[in-house]
């Protein structure tokens, strides 16, 4: 433990499972005093999960349930936030998401692109939106989003996917820009190929193919962008903003084989 975010409350979304569990474990092995543990759905499972996260550390983490793609459901969620006078947040951690089938432009389904939009996209600015009148009125925050390369590279991704990471690196400058004047920075963290749960359901095969792309030669692991999260949120990088940071393992991108 090195204390990087020690005495900080932060909220978390995404938190069941993958990137976002990974982030409460490093924030609450770091110091963080409070993480709000955001999941979609209420599980005596991920209940559980939570509390061993808080005895092994020593701190406390507090699940909150609300749907990422519905907005009143995050209005809600923030207001449970909100209710929690002892712990206020000064970081929040975009982690949510899902993926996009892959295919080709011409065969993307509009309506799955649409509730990938409300999920990835628009369900985060909403959420940021709300917590990020929190942070003006304290003069500091730190928020940073998932985001991923496809956004910068294409990469193996279909249009909807690439469209919605690109926009999310778009409002990550904008964010950067609006909140600065209040001391509250906002980054994008983009990773990689990953091993996550998301990519664990994709052709074996297929994920063999890309390898060669990656300089280091392999996939990143959770906790390597779980850290680099950590460093961003954290008062180490106070003069960061507006930046997206690539954890990719020097990837390049190949020529899609479709």
Known sequence: MSDLLRGHCAVVTGARRGIGRQTVE????EGVRVVYACAR???DAFAADMRSIAEKYGVSVRPVYFDISDEAAIVRGVREIRSQKDAVPDILVNCAGILSRPCRFSMMSIQEAKRLFDVD????VILTQHLSKIFHRQRRGSIVFVTSIAGMDGFFASLDYVACKAALNAAVVQMARELGEVHVRVNGIAPGLTKTDMIA???P???EMLK????????GKKQEIA???AFLASDAASYVTGQILRVDGGTHPPKANW
């Open 26 to 29: 490093v924030f609450a092995r």
């Open 41 to 43: 759905k209420e599980d």
């Open 121 to 124: 996209f628009w369900g985060q």
């Open 201 to 203: 359901h994709q052709n």
């Open 205 to 207: 095969a297929a994920m």
């Open 212 to 219: 060669p792309a990656i300089m280091l030669g392999r996939f």
């Open 227 to 229: 850290e680099a999260i």
